[in-house]
Nanobody, 123 residues
Framework: QVQLVESGGGSVQAGASLRLSCAASGGTFSSYAMGWFRQAPGKGREFVAGISEYSQTTHYADSVKDRFTISRNYDEKTLSLQMNSLKPEDTAVYYC????????????????WGQGTQVTVSL
């Protein structure tokens, strides 16, 4: 069973960049498809980006396409989310999640979650 710990959140101004990381332990890292989700205040959790077990497939929400990049490092067992050109509407708690049997955009399909890291973007 995999355990996930996010880091890298913070407070930045619009237009800035941040890089989130998610460290995985337990289980076999390459057995899991990984995803980033976020939850803004008063809103439901939404899919941001996902990457398949061997990085052959990535998928992004339309709202972050061309600004965010998801990647994973198998030696370090980490998942990353490079976020560029941040906007105030990107403000949310960001979660990484893991599942077996392929990439999914549905949060209900992910049994393993980190505790989240706060990203705040101000004008």
């Amino acid at each position: 069973q995999v355990q996930l710990v996010e880091s890298g959140g913070g407070s930045v101004q619009a237009g800035a960049s941040l890089r989130l990381s998610c460290a995985a332990s337990g289980g076999t890292f390459s057995s899991y498809a990984m995803g980033w989700f976020r939850q803004a205040p008063g809103k439901g959790r939404e899919f941001v980006a996902g990457i398949s077990e061997y990085s052959q497939t990535t998928h992004y929400a339309d709202s972050v396409k061309d600004r965010f990049t998801i990647s994973r490092n198998y030696d370090e067992k980490t998942l990353s989310l490079q976020m560029n050109s941040l906007k105030p509407e990107d403000t949310a708690v960001y979660y990484c999640a893991a599942r077996m049997w392929g990439l999914s955009t549905a949060q209900s399909q992910y049994p393993f979650w980190g505790q989240g890291t706060q990203v705040t973007v101000s004008l």
